[in-house]
């Protein structure tokens, strides 16, 4: 009788699940979350309201922010948010694309378990189909140089037709564009360098989505710290201090003995001459605004309005190197070492109030290696959203300057991969060639997701892009504003190619990676405090 005794191997209330069952499962969970953000693609798509714990709001159809947003549990599921991070990082566009063809893709994988083809095959398959991919993907990448504005306004414009924003997606192109020109560097081999965080965005609630700017300079969050200040200087030369203007305190404790009032009257005076030398240096090196990182005295205060000298402190660092950049000014650390060569210069530094605040405006600057946006908007969820419309639009101009690539949106890219694909998978020959079918039928859940999400008939919008295709059609994609099938590369529907090439690889690595698991153990025993049962005990806990 004995080989009939139970064997517990794993603690009491631990959850396994293997085999088909646990591949399922898994694929089930990825499946919900790609479903969860499919009906926000394309220009028709719909927006999420999200509700934290907290009880703030956030309004948007931005696949990242959405499964950023939603507390997600499911381990495998977990894996296709990671898909829209990444995306999100490489290039900021792409993020709901990435996370349906990777839902998709399990899809597929699904149905050929079921008929059991080995998971290993089917991943084998999987990855031969994301290599030619890419392939086909460099074959029908268009040129753009970062001189064609027009082209890259057009990139802009794409990226944000699908969000709320696009009423004014013409204005908040322009601004996308302006911005990473200007601060875009050429490096020595000829190619382009485009640092996002050189933009700095300022949002402001109050006044309309149309009075969004670009502005020349920097803004910096402070007003002067004096009011007998000047609001406004003219043809400013800016100094940039990391050093408090403050009377030093001892570091090791000293008591010091006075013993006579005038030694007392003398310390006093002493600690005035201090903060009035530190004026004076300001002062010699020819600075007429002063941009401090730590704190500015109030005696110091009095001085510097006294000077006429615009001073403000306690700067964000962030900030600061954005105004080096933007002014050519030089961070200074120690006051002493103040010269005119450290100073920066700008047509213009002014307060101004905007909404309830006052904030410090430096504009007018010559050659800024740095820019501001400052984003207006009817109420807060409409700024947010504004401002992750704009570093979408941002992001993709930015890959766009780097690669100097394009590929066609509105489904085409997706199609042509399918097709030639398929052409592919003849060639393959194998089991293997089912995988890398089911793989190009997985890349039409792009044109099939934009067509349902605009309210037409998905089968014939691809029967008729499939013979587009065919025809040698390359461009060709669904208009869904009118329901036909166009060339998309006369639409304007540009996006940069690292958005495809992301998304396939990324798509690919996830559900390669949830298909290689048969087995998964989940522990549940001991978790704070609730005995060794665990939260969720379903049957009776041990494993024979």
Known sequence: MQGQTPIFILRE???????????????????????AVRSTLGPRGMDKMLVDSMGDVVITNDGVTILKEIDVEHPAAKMLVEVAKTQDEECGDGTTTAVIIAGE?????????????HPTVITGGYRDAANKAREILEGLAIKVSPDEKETLMDIARTSMISKSVSSSRDLLADVAVRAVSAIAEKRDDGSWYVDDDNIQVVKKQGGSMDDTEMIEGIIVDKEAVHPAMAKRVESAKIALVDAAMEVKKTEIDAKIEITDPSQLHA???????????????????????????????????HYLAKEKIYAVRRVKKSDMEKLAKATGANLVTKLDDLKAADLGVAKLVEEKKIADDRMTFVTGCKNPKAVSVLIRGGTEHVVDEIDRSLNDAISVVSVAFEDGKLVTGGGSTAMELALGLRNYAASVGGRKQIAIDAFASAMEVVPTALSENAGLDPIDVLIELRQAHKGGKKYAGINVLTGKVVDMKKEK????????????????????????????????????????????????????
């Open 267 to 301: 310390f006093l005076d002493e600690e005035e001459n201090m903060l009035k030398k530190m004026v004076d240096t300001v002062k010699k090196s020819g600075a007429n605004v002063l941009f401090c990182q730590k704190g500015i005295d109030d005696l110091a205060q």
């Open 105 to 117: 893709l399990l899809k597929k994988a699904e149905a050929l378990i079921e008929q059991n083809v």
């Open 493 to 544: 529907v540009l996006e940069p190619i690292r958005v495809g090439r992301q998304a396939i690889i990324s798509a690919t690595d996830a559900a390669v990676m949830i298909l290689r698991i048969d087995d998964v153990i989940a522990s549940k025993g001991g978790q704070g405090g609730k005995g060794a049962k665990g939260p969720d005990m379903g049957d009776e806990g041990g494993m024979d």
């Open 13 to 35: 209330g631990t959850k396994r699940e293997k085999g088909k069952g646990a591949q399922f499962n898994n694929i089930s969970a990825a499946r919900a979350i790609a479903d």
